[in-house]
Antibody, heavy 122, light 110 residues
Framework: ELQLVESGGGLVQPGGSLRLSCAAS????????MTWVRQAPGKGLEWVAN????????YYVDSVKGRFTISRDNAKNSLYLQMNNLRAEDTALYYC???????????????WGRGTTVTVSS | QTVVTQEPPFSVSPGGTVTLTCGLS?????????PSWYQQTPGQPPRTLIY???IRSSGVPDRFSGYILGNKSALTITGAQAEDESDYYC??????????FGGGTKLTVL
């Protein structure tokens, strides 16, 4: 069964740090681009960051550049998001998801975790 | 600053047809934006509905269809059912490795 399980969320003070993890199973993790998507309470989905199969390319939404770092460990089938200098507006449910490639050309998100909650508050 | 646009909350009668759209403030949506659509109900992660503009994900009923409508990506539900009451999101590739979700459309079936 294809599965993504996030962990590492919690309550953190503004300016603090947190590291999210996503454990993948049921597929060859090292063959896929992976992503973090977040959803603030009562709000819509927001793409946060992408990482290439070998970790050589990473992309971020402007609001987290310089504060968040996406990484992966293919030997451990795990995706990570290191979040530093956290702000109240980073409060959200953070999902990890897999990018599937079809027809060698088109990407879409086909496997999602259930998310881990990050709350930034004093 | 590019924005992905979706309709505000929408309502459809049971059995009715509704079309939701996904646009780009900077221009037209095409296949090169990799448009895909997701359905989300409260407390659940998103579920993939449509990818590559018009391909239904496994298990998605054929009342859901996707296509390019003018300069936007579109999702049509033909014969809406009560269980289709959800939030619907599109995501587009906007270039330079960056993806953006639309703000979502809350669909009510009543």
């Amino acid at each position: 069964e294809l599965q993504l399980v996030e962990s590492g969320g919690g309550l953190v003070q503004p300016g603090g740090s947190l590291r999210l993890s996503c454990a993948a199973s049921g597929f060859t993790f090292s063959s896929y681009w992976m992503t973090w998507v977040r959803q603030a309470p009562g709000k819509g989905l927001e793409w946060v960051a992408n990482i290439k199969q070998d970790g050589s390319s990473k992309y971020y939404v402007d609001s987290v550049k310089g504060r968040f770092t996406i990484s992966r460990d293919n030997a451990k089938n795990s995706l990570y998001l290191q979040m530093n200098n956290l702000r109240a507006e980073d409060t959200a449910l953070y999902y990890c998801a897999r990018w599937e490639l079809v027809m060698g050309t088109y990407y879409y998100l086909d496997v999602w975790g259930r998310g881990t909650t990050v709350t930034v508050s004093s | 600053q590019t924005v992905v646009t979706q309709e505000p909350p929408f309502s459809v009668s049971p059995g009715g047809t509704v079309t939701l759209t996904c646009g780009l403030s900077s221009g037209s949506v095409s296949a090169t934006n990799h448009p895909s659509w997701y359905q989300q109900t409260p407390g659940q992660p998103p579920r993939t509905l449509i990818y590559s503009t018009n391909i239904r994900s496994s298990g998605v009923p054929d009342r859901f269809s996707g296509y390019i409508l003018g300069n936007k990506s579109a999702l049509t539900i033909t014969g809406a059912q009560a269980e289709d009451e959800s939030d619907y999101y599109c995501v587009l590739y906007v270039g330079s490795g960056i993806w953006m979700f639309g703000g979502g459309t809350k669909l009510t079936v009543l």
